[in-house]
C-alpha cells in the first residue's frame, strides 16, 4: 500500500467516541477505529462493561477510555464530553451505536400492534431516534467549534424496508436516515463542510439481543425467522461485526472527505434482493 493511500484511512491523532462502544457492534467498530490510529473512548450504560471493553482494546487503557452514560440523558453526555477533552483535548469522531428493540414494542401472535402500550414504544423511540440526536448535539458541539469532524449514526434494514413486529424500532431507525441527511446540511452550511455526517444501516448481525429469534438455542439451526432472512440475503450468511470495519474506518477518515449525508448498507446484498 502506497504511503499516500495508506494516509487516506489513517486516524492517528483523532479521537473517537461510540456510543453502544461495550455492545458486539460497537466494540468492533471502536477496535477498528483503535487499529486505524485512533483514540477512543468506549460509552456503555454499564460502567463496568465499559471499562472492561477498554481494557480490553488497549491495555493499561493508554488509547482508550470507558465511561457510563445514559445515550437518552443529556446531562450525562455532557459529563462524558467534559471527561474526553479533559484527557485528550478534542473529539473528531462520533459513532452512534447505541439502540435496540424493545420487547415490550413488538408485535407478536400474542401481542398484537393494537394493544402495544405507549410506554414501550416511547423507550424503543427514544433509544434508538432521540439516543443518537442528544449525542450528536452534545458532542457535535466540540466538532462545529473545531470546524471539523465525522459523525456515523448507526440506522437498519429496518429504516429501508419496515420489517414485520419491529414497528417502533424500524420507525425511529427510518427517522435516524431522515436526521442523517439533514444534520449533514446542517454542519456543511452552518459551521463546515469539513464536519460530515452519515450513516451505516447494517444487514442482519448476529448479536446479544437476537440470537435467540434467528438461531434454534437447542439444535444450532436457522430459525424460521433466520431461515426467511438468508433466503433473501444473496450472500447467505449473517453479517460478522468485522464486515462493519471497513465502512466505519472509511466514513471516520480523509478517504471519504467528500462523503456526506449517505446512508451506506453493509448487508449482505439484502436491501438490493426482491425476493424473485
Not at 465499559?50 to 440523558?73: F, I, K, M, N, Y
Amino acid at each position: 500500500m502506497s504511503t499516500r493511500l495508506f494516509d487516506l484511512f489513517a486516524l492517528q491523532d483523532r479521537v473517537a467516541i461510540v456510543t453502544g462502544g461495550s455492545g458486539v457492534l460497537g466494540r468492533a467498530m471502536a477496535q477498528g477505529l483503535l487499529e486505524a490510529g485512533a483514540r477512543v473512548c468506549i460509552l456503555g450504560r454499564d460502567p463496568a462493561r465499559a471499562q472492561a471493553v477498554a481494557e480490553s482494546l488497549s491495555p493499561g487503557l493508554e488509547r482508550t477510555l470507558g465511561l457510563s452514560a445514559d445515550v437518552t440523558q443529556r446531562a450525562a453526555l455532557e459529563a462524558a464530553a467534559e471527561a474526553v477533552l479533559h484527557r485528550w483535548g478534542r473529539i473528531d469522531i462520533l459513532v452512534n451505536a447505541a439502540g435496540g428493540n424493545r420487547l415490550e414494542a413488538t408485535t407478536s401472535p400474542t401481542q398484537p400492534f393494537f394493544d402495544l402500550p405507549p410506554e414501550a414504544l416511547r423507550a424503543a423511540v427514544d433509544l434508538n431516534l432521540f439516543g443518537t440526536i442528544l449525542p450528536c448535539q452534545v458532542f457535535g458541539r466540540a466538532m462545529a467549534e473545531a470546524r471539523s469532524g465525522s459523525i456515523i449514526n448507526i440506522s437498519s434494514m429496518a429504516a429501508i424496508r419496515p420489517l414485520t413486529r419491529v414497528v417502533a424500532y424500524a420507525a425511529a431507525k427510518a427517522a435516524v436516515d431522515n436526521f442523517t441527511r439533514w444534520l449533514a446540511v446542517y454542519m456543511a452550511q452552518e459551521f463546515s463542510p469539513a464536519i460530515r455526517v452519515n450513516a451505516i444501516a447494517p444487514g442482519f448481525f448476529l448479536g446479544e439481543q437476537n440470537r435467540a429469534l434467528l438461531i434454534d438455542q437447542t439444535t444450532g439451526e436457522l430459525t424460521p425467522r433466520g431461515r426467511a432472512i438468508i433466503d433473501h440475503t444473496p450472500m447467505r450468511r449473517f453479517g460478522d461485526p468485522a464486515d462493519l470495519v471497513g465502512t466505519v474506518v472509511w466514513l471516520a477518515s480523509p478517504a471519504s472527505a467528500f462523503v456526506t449525508g449517505i446512508v451506506v448498507p453493509v448487508d449482505g446484498g439484502f436491501s438490493a434482493f426482491s425476493g424473485v
